[in-house]
């Protein structure tokens, strides 16, 4: 897995709830957070148009806040308590997967899944939460993330169901295993986005990566670069990305990647020596349409970002002496142009 957010998917695809099953349970008990009953919808739709954003796997660029909240198809029904009168023969599973796209790379998939059989889930769902807070069971910080859940009964109607809770406020063990117990068939699926271009992959780039030099001078964190500052380098992997008009001047602008590889030897000669630099960085507040980030090939040592037009600044990350700023030129922004 390469660092910077691309496979933030590891851990929420797929149906299983992964996670630590705690012994010694606890009595169960109805506790204030039990919701009370579900609202029942007379009319299943679809994935698409009733949890557009279930499962998000998209990845969030280094230096970012993270995804902005989702924008929902509409308000979505209260979950709760299956009412006796609703009698549930089908579960659906709105969610995403990443898969390879068909030119290369990886695209991430929104998929709808349905299952039938689903006796086990019904019962487990009608257990009670347990009771939270006992003193001899250590809670871990494991987040567990279910899938997004339906049921749906033989008239299409169909309703967002309560999981009840252990001690630690987590999916009872009983729930987390009869969802790992279905075996759904899926009924739709449609592409919602790019995660990694054949381009990136093959440069060892990631798809989208933050300006760190904007936001870094944004927040007026980085200090000056001195003499003997710059840390030395093996061989450097360069990675160019474009800031959309709608992100420049943002707090954390992200760029998607235009182009990018192994750095020539012959220019990382030329490019270091420039990147030692002690001017300082001009007093400019022009966003970088375009910036490039250059990273040891093992993945490991400084980093260096080089606003490519604009401001023309660059930043060293290095983890012994923090953020340091110094000044580019147009000869430094043209050894890191396409080869």
Avoid: H
């Amino acid at each position: 897995m390469r660092s910077g957010g691309t496979t933030l998917v590891a851990a929420l695809l797929g149906l299983g709830l992964c996670g630590l099953v705690m012994a010694g349970c606890a009595g169960t008990v109805n506790t204030p957070n039990d919701p009370g009953p579900a609202e029942i919808v007379e009319k299943w739709t679809s994935c698409a148009q009733v949890a557009p954003q279930a499962g998000v796997v998209l990845p969030v660029p280094p230096g970012s806040d993270g995804p902005a909240a989702p924008t929902p198809a509409g308000v979505e029904p209260r979950v709760g308590r299956i009412d006796p009168a609703f009698t549930p023969v089908a579960a659906v599973l709105c969610g995403r997967d990443v898969v390879p796209g068909a030119a290369g790379g990886r695209e991430e998939v929104a998929t709808e899944r349905r299952a039938g059989d689903i006796g086990p889930l019904v019962a487990a769902l009608g257990l009670a939460d347990e009771e939270r807070g006992r003193g001899d069971i250590a809670c871990t910080a494991d987040m567990l993330v279910p899938p997004w859940l339906a049921l749906l009964d033989d008239k299409g109607r169909w309703l967002r169901p309560y999981l009840p809770t252990d001690v630690c406020g987590k999916p009872r063990p009983e729930v987390r295993a009869a969802l790992d117990g279905l075996r759904p068939t899926t009924v739709d699926s449609r592409t919602v986005g790019l995660v990694e271009s054949s381009a990136a992959e093959t440069a060892g780039c990631e798809q989208r990566w933050s300006d760190m030099v904007w936001v870094e001078t944004t927040l007026g964190r980085p200090g000056r670069v001195v003499p003997g500052a710059t840390p030395k380098a093996g061989p450097l992997r360069l990675c160019v990305y474009e800031v959309p008009p709608s992100e420049r001047g943002g707090g954390k602008p992200a760029g998607d990647f235009v182009y990018g590889g192994p750095l020539p030897p012959e220019r990382q000669a030329k490019v270091l020596p420039a990147l030692a630099t002690t001017r300082p960085a001009a007093d400019c507040a022009t966003p970088a349409s375009r910036f490039a980030v250059l990273r040891s090939l093992d993945g490991g040592g400084p980093e260096w970002y080089v606003e490519l037009d604009a401001c023309r600044r660059f930043l060293v990350v290095a983890p012994p002496g923090g953020t340091q700023l110094g000044q580019g030129d147009a000869a430094l922004a043209g050894l890191l142009g396409p080869s």
